[in-house]
Each structure stands twice: as structure tokens, then as C-alpha cells.
């Protein structure tokens, strides 16, 4: 079950905001998820390397509230221009803290933004199949089982990590305290309760070449399926 206010902290798409999606049909897409510094990004680079394109979806929620965009203006119309830094982007923080307080105000935001995420994921899966029509495309979407998208893709890779080792990597990478790791943590749902509905999962809390040879054991079965699309 998604956590109230998880999707919008995060800046992800929320609900059903994959209905009716186009973009699944023949392609092969992997949802690669885990918890907050489990590790994804390097397995995504992994899985780049063997030749799956990736399309992060954190990136696109950054995309598609430039200045300019569509959803930059009708936010802007919304909420206000006191939501803007100085040079014009979204100040995200300020704007999450105020739909974090308001379940009106976070659903309005969801629906300026959630079809802009859908439409130019399906543009960039459709692009790149059009490209190469047998690509494997790995989808980033970190919130995959707190907003119960995992039934929208054909796999799902859970990246794996020790709750203490996450925490671990937290205080190191964020510069924040234990206590703060911890409660970023909490605001996801346990790892542990994600395992059962994953296709696969990477442990990622041992050496490099650990998880690389995981990556390439999971790339071979991905190949695989794909021959049955």
C-alpha cells in the first residue's frame, strides 16, 4: 500500500497513472526498483552496459516541470510564484512540503503531472524501440511497489540491501545522521515485504563483482524472455 505523501516527496507518478498504457505492448519492459540507497543506479549501469536502455522516471518527474513546460506553467498557475526559486525552476522542497499537508493540493499536483510522465515514458519506450525493436528497457522507478505499479511491467528487478547497510550509505552519501537515515527509511515500505513480487531480486550489499555477476545471471533469463514476446 502506498504511504501518504511517499509519491510526491519522491516526485513519481502515483495511482493509475499507467492505465491503459500503450506502451508495454511487445516490448520487453523491467521495472528496476529498491529501497533508497540500496544500489540501483549501479545495477542499471550494469544492466546499460549488457545493452538495456534505461528511462528513469525520477528524471522525467524533473523534466516535466522545467520552466517553460506545460506543467511548470499550470503549477506555477496553481500554487504560486512564491513556489520558484530565482532563476525560475520548481524550489521541489517547498513545493512537496505543501502538498505533504494537503491531500487536495497533492492530488491536483498529481494530475498536472502525472500524464506528462506517463506520455513521454511511452515516447521514450516507442522511440527506442523503433530503434531496436528487441531492446530489453529497464524503467527506474524507486516507489514501484508503494504506488502498486509492478503489475504494469513484464519483470521486476528489486535491487537488495541490508536495512544497516542502507543506512550506512545514507549518512555517508547525504551527510545526515543516523537518526535521519533511519526515518527516511521508514517513509518506504520494508525491502523484506518487496522480495515476493519481485521477478528478481540483486543482493547488493557485498562486493561489486558479487553483484555483477547476478546482473549478468539475471541479463541471460531477461534474453530469454524476450525471445517469447
Not at 519492459?29 to 525520477?58: C, F, N, Q, Y
Not at 503549477?75 to 532563476?87: A, K, W
Not at 527506442?128 to 527506474?140: E, F, Y
Request: proline residues 4%.
Amino acid at each position: 500500500m502506498a504511504r501518504s505523501g511517499d509519491r510526491t516527496k519522491e516526485g513519481y507518478p502515483g495511482g493509475n497513472f499507467m492505465e491503459g498504457a500503450g506502451c508495454k505492448e511487445n516490448r520487453l519492459l523491467v521495472a528496476v526498483t529498491g529501497g533508497v540507497a540500496s544500489g540501483k543506479s549501479t545495477v542499471s549501469r550494469m544492466l546499460e552496459g549488457l545493452g538495456a536502455p534505461l528511462i528513469d522516471l525520477d528524471i522525467l518527474a524533473r523534466q516535466v516541470v522545467e520552466p517553460g513546460k506545460p506543467a511548470w506553467e499550470e503549477i506555477v498557475d496553481y500554487f504560486g510564484r512564491e513556489i520558484l526559486l530565482p532563476d525560475g525552476r520548481i524550489d521541489r522542497k517547498r513545493l512537496s512540503d505543501m502538498v505533504f499537508r494537503d491531500i487536495e493540493k497533492r492530488k491536483k499536483l498529481e494530475s498536472l503531472t502525472h500524464p506528462r510522465i506517463f506520455e513521454e515514458m511511452c515516447r521514450q519506450v516507442d522511440e527506442i524501440a523503433a530503434r531496436t525493436p528487441d531492446a530489453i528497457i529497464q524503467i527506474g522507478i524507486p516507489l514501484l511497489f508503494e504506488l502498486n505499479l509492478q503489475h504494469r511491467f513484464h519483470k521486476v528487478l528489486l535491487v537488495f540491501t541490508r536495512r544497516e547497510v542502507q543506512v550506512s550509505r545514507l549518512m555517508e552519501r547525504d551527510g545526515i545522521s543516523k537518526t535521519s537515515a533511519e526515518n527516511i527509511l521508514k517513509a518506504q515500505l520494508p525491502i523484506e515485504e518487496k522480495v515476493g513480487s519481485a521477478d528478481f531480486v540483486i543482493h547488493n550489499d557485498g562486493s561489486l563483482e558479487e553483484t555483477r555477476r547476478q546482473v549478468e545471471a539475471v541479463w541471460k533469463q531477461l534474453k530469454a524472455e524476450q525471445r517469447s514476446i
